[in-house]
């Protein structure tokens, strides 16, 4: 029989990005005491990894635990950002309602859209809060109408559209249920959780069962499970059965042999848990997500949802430039093909496929930044490789008709630069879908359905056309039919001619041509991409020029010479750059661009084929 667990609350925070998810969960963690007084603890804390503190984004999801009033609430941190979409899908399985957070000057944007959608779909109990009301421009009434229509457009029953609406500055640390109060503390979200989500349920009679739905790797216990208990309780020492709702053929008898519960930041051992909590296995080698393990008297798969499949695909190649495996811990094709299938334990999104090439695999993801991240990564494991440029993935209708994937692209920019941006967008086969001013009057708000392949590359180019002021958000819509060719990109490559170290004297006589992207004293070698043509079209440079030295000296001719400074293309920016015939070379010191084939008569004989 059924019975609820009033001691544990299974929230997830949701949001669209950057709007102060992990701020929040920072106040939640510092005003339950999980910190000791004079404890120093840095801002967003939640962002473990590098790479997400260095952007300043969520890129995994992670679990945290805190103590009110004598009830647990477990607290999932989840990305914003939609190239993460499936971090946010697979761990709402894990809860029972969701905090949506909307800041109070931006309003709902499409990831709340997105989040939003799957939470409602999997009937979970829903919290507004309206973040940021301490911005200057901030607009919390007109926000609780925009989130109240939108709750509406995604049909939500009448249980979710009496959501409580409560009021924050997640950075000052107060909340408030009407937004004219002064706050003291975070106490009215931490009431409005114990009183809206419901308390987990299940049958402590039945047999175990624990539906994975994240995926940690330790490389001292390897990888780590992390489940809710549906039913059941789960013992260490006791032995269990693994299923997969999707894999009928799955059938793996194992022992438990090490259980966790989080407790604020941390893992605390335990020897039971039981329905409701949510728990961390470790040892259990073939654990994945989507995997259930179950008592072997009661073997039962727990429905998972299928993750939206990636749309953009890359090669990841072994480097086989002049250069190669000079600054690179891990070079050959075997740690390429290990390293990239282990990303498939804790990324669910991805997918790797083996080529035609033992030196070359397909890596498909949500987007580009998706891809990015795992390349910045690896490259910053000691890994060294190359990769193509991004392409998108089609599909066939059953008329054998090509569909491609289409997005929708939400864009806010300074009414000045409007113009610009839809001519770039309609030459890219975007189609404008609404256009309207802001509530201040200032900012225009675009909407675009456009194929994602008309989206590689732009980025970069919108941040340059609206001098940094524009805001771009995408989200993926459908597969919808081809709509033709795209020209990319109009300028061409500067390419080195030769194999040398640049030297001023050279660099000098070819920055007339374009911008270039090295300075002095860079290694180069030849077919090794250095600077843009901006006239189109790909030219030969020699960069290792060195001035004839002569007997005769005229006045003036040794004045020092004065390079216009080179334009340092970062990760994101190069693979921007690069057409189909070229490779981004990353290594753990260096991102350099170079063409797939180096020599140049046996590239214009391609050419011309």
């Known amino acids: 029989m059924n019975m609820k667990r009033e001691d544990v609350r299974n929230v997830a925070i949701i949001a669209h990005v950057d709007h102060g998810k992990t701020t929040l969960v920072d106040q939640l963690l510092r005003q339950s005491g999980v910190f000791r007084k004079n404890q120093v603890v840095q801002e967003r804390v939640m962002d473990s990894g590098d790479i997400e503190r260095e952007r300043g984004i969520t890129i995994l999801s992670k679990n945290t635990a805190i103590t009110y009033n004598g009830v647990k609430i477990n607290i999932v941190d989840t990305p914003g950002h939609a190239d993460f979409g499936g971090e946010v899908e697979r761990v709402l399985k894990m809860v029972d309602g969701v905090i949506l957070v909307v800041d109070a000057f931006e309003g709902p944007m499409p990831q709340t859209k997105f989040v939003l959608q799957k939470a409602l779909a999997l009937n979970l109990a829903v919290i507004v809060c309206v973040n940021k009301i301490d911005r200057p421009e901030a607009r919390p009434n007109e926000v609780v109408d925009e989130v109240l229509e939108l709750l509406m457009d995604l049909e939500a029953n009448d249980e979710q559209l009496d959501a409580p609406f409560l009021f924050a500055s997640a950075k000052t640390g107060v909340c408030v249920t009407d937004p004219s109060e002064e706050g003291t503390d ?208 089609y599909k066939h209708d059953e008329n054998g008709k090509l569909l491609e994937p289409m997005e929708q692209v939400y864009i806010d920019v300074p009414e000045e630069f409007s113009g610009v941006v839809i001519q770039k967008l309609s030459t890219r086969k975007g189609e404008l879908q609404g256009m309207n001013m802001s509530q201040n009057g200032t900012t225009t708000r675009l909407k675009f359905l456009i194929p994602s392949r008309g989206l590689i590359g732009y980025r970069d180019e919108f941040m340059t056309d609206t001098k940094g002021n524009g805001v771009m ?93 080179h334009k340092v293309l970062s990760l994101e920016q190069a693979l921007d750059f690069i057409e189909n015939d070229e490779l981004v070379e990353v290594t753990p010191e260096n991102i350099r661009i170079r063409k797939k084939i180096l020599d140049p008569k046996q590239r214009m004989r391609a050419n011309k084929k």
């Open 186 to 393: 975070m106490k009215p979200l931490f009431d409005a959780i114990i009183e809206h989500i419901p308390a987990p349920e299940g049958d402590p009679d039945k047999g175990t069962q624990v539906l994975i739905s994240t995926i940690d790797y330790n490389e001292y216990v390897g990888r780590i499970g992390v489940g809710k208990v549906s039913n059941g309780s789960i013992k260490v020492n006791q032995d269990a059965v693994i299923v997969n709702h999707h894999d009928p053929d799955k059938y793996e008898k194992v022992k438990i042999t090490k259980l966790y519960e989080f407790d604020g930041l941390e893992k605390t051992a335990v020897d039971e848990a039981g329905v409701g909590s949510i728990v961390a296995l470790s040892g259990i080698a073939d654990l994945h997500i989507g995997d259930t393990v179950c008592a072997p008297d009661f073997v039962e798969a727990i429905p998972f949802q299928k993750i939206e499949e990636p749309t953009i695909s890359m090669n990841f190649m072994v480097n086989d430039s002049p250069l190669a495996g000079q600054e690179g811990k891990y070079v050959t094709s075997r740690h390429l093909r290990d390293r990239l299938y282990r990303e498939l334990n804790t990324d669910v999104s991805l997918r790797v496929e083996d080529t035609d090439s033992t030196d070359c695999f397909k890596v498909s993801g949500r987007g580009e930044l998706h891809l990015s991240v795992l390349i910045e990564s690896m490259r910053r494991e000691g890994y060294e490789f190359a990769v193509s440029k991004a392409e998108v993935i």
């Open 473 to 565: 958000n995408t989200l993926f819509d459908s597969y919808g039919p081809y709509r033709g060719d795209i020209a990319y990109r109009q300028t061409g490559s500067l390419i080195a001619f030769e194999a040398g170290e640049s030297i001023t004297y050279g660099l000098f006589n070819a920055q007339d041509r374009g911008p270039l992207f090295i300075g002095p004293g860079v290694k180069v070698y030849q077919g090794m991409v250095v600077g843009e043509n901006p006239k189109g079209g790909d030219i030969e440079i020699n960069v290792c020029k060195r001035k004839q030295m002569t007997n005769t000296r005229s006045s003036g001719t040794d004045e020092a010479l004065k390079l216009v400074p």
